[in-house]
Structures are given as C-alpha cells and as structure tokens.
C-alpha cells in the first residue's frame, strides 16, 4: 500500500477521509519528478487546481513558475505537494481534522521522494514541521526537522499582490540554489520515519 507515487495519486483521487471531498472537482495529489531533490509544499488546492487536478495552475501557480524560472528550474524537476489534496470550500483554511485526515499521503509523498531539501510554502506547511511558528520570523532560515532540511517561504498567494513580501519571497527563492548546492555537498541526512497517530484498536472479541 502507498509503494509508488501513481498509487498514492490513485487513493487520493478516491479518497473520503475528510469532508473535503464532498465538495472537490477533482482531487490533486501533486505532481513532478520522483526523484526531485527538492519538494515544495503548499496549502491546498484553489479553484483552478480543482478544476484541473495539478497543483499551482492559477495565479500563485503562475507567480511560482516564475520564481522558479528566476533561479533555473522547472515544475517538472521538482515535486510540488500541498498540505490537504482536495479545495476547501471558499478557500478557507484547511481545518486541523482535514490536515490531520490528510496527512498520511503527504508524509509517504516526502518518504517516497526523499528530497535534499522541503520549501514550506506559506504557514500551513510551516507548521508541518514547526507548529506555532511565525511564517514572518521563520521564512527564509534553513532549518532542520527530524532529519530533513526545510527551508520556509512565504505563500505565493499571500505575496502576490503585496509588493514587500513579493521581494522577500523573489530575495528567499534567490537563495535556493546554493542551499541545494550545500545540501549535495553534505552526507545525506537519516530522515526518521514519520510515526502515523493510529486509532484505537478494536475491541477484540474472543467469540
Ligand atoms: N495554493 C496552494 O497552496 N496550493 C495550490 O496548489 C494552489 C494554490
Ligand atoms: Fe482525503 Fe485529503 Fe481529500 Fe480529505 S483532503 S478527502 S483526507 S484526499
């Protein structure tokens, strides 16, 4: 169960875990190379998304594929993953059951993947690895969680249409390459594995 990338896209599309899925077009795992050294995780999908089923394909997706172009790469060489795989309603924020209900895909995603370094876009996959930090203290400082080196960014939503968080997120992309090229150089890191919370086992009955 969940051995490949396809096979978590195919359960994804299935799912009905959270109440999330009542309303989705269709759902989006995430998409991008298997093997990519590096993952970006945003919050979830938009109307856009919805409709087409990849991630960041509207507005903060066109912003993203410029940065990315700012520092030479492409969506294709890299994974792009939100936190929860199907669109809130109103794009509201993703409740913690829904993350919660959510999780198990994303952490086999980082497990299958494991990428030199994890973008956290925005404050939800922020506190993915460190809860109640603020994304204006925490962005653009390489850190490391568990064993992975994370490096947070402000969401390409949210600095969009501001002009001084747009230059702080263009200033942390610029800063990408050479803290990949940093990450090459070092021995790998030994990720822990992500301990799943599990509910209650059944009462067993012995008749
Ligand atoms: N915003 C996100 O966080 N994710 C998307 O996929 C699109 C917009
Ligand atoms: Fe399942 Fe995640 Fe969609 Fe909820 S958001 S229905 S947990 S895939």
């Not at 409740?95 to 030199?116: D, F, M, T, V």
Request: with cysteine; proline share 9%.
């Amino acid at each position: 169960m969940m051995d490949s990338l396809e096979e978590i896209a195919r359960l994804v599309s299935r799912c009905a875990d959270c109440d999330l899925h009542r309303g989705r077009t269709n759902a989006v795992p995430g998409e991008g190379a298997a093997d990519a050294e590096l993952m970006f995780i945003g919050e979830g999908p938009g109307s856009q998304e919805d409709l087409q089923g990849r991630p960041f394909v509207g507005p903060a997706g066109r912003f993203l594929d410029e940065l990315l172009a700012s520092i030479g790469l492409r969506r294709d060489r890299v994974f792009i993953a939100n936190m929860v795989k199907c669109r809130p309603p109103q794009n509201r924020d993703p409740l913690p059951a829904e993350i919660g209900a959510c999780s198990k895909y994303l952490n086999r995603q980082i497990e299958l993947i494991n990428p030199r370094l994890i973008v956290t876009l925005g404050r939800f996959s922020l506190a993915r690895f460190f809860p109640g930090e603020s994304i204006s203290r925490a962005r653009g400082r390489l850190r490391e969680r568990d064993g992975r080196r994370i490096y947070p960014v402000m969401h390409p939503a949210a600095a969009l249409y501001r002009q001084e968080m747009r230059s702080a997120i263009v200033e942390d992309f610029q800063r990408i390459p050479t803290i990949l090229e940093e990450a090459r150089r070092q021995p790998a890191l030994q990720p822990e594995p992500v301990v799943e919370e599990t509910p209650p086992p059944e009462q067993m009955s012995l008749f």
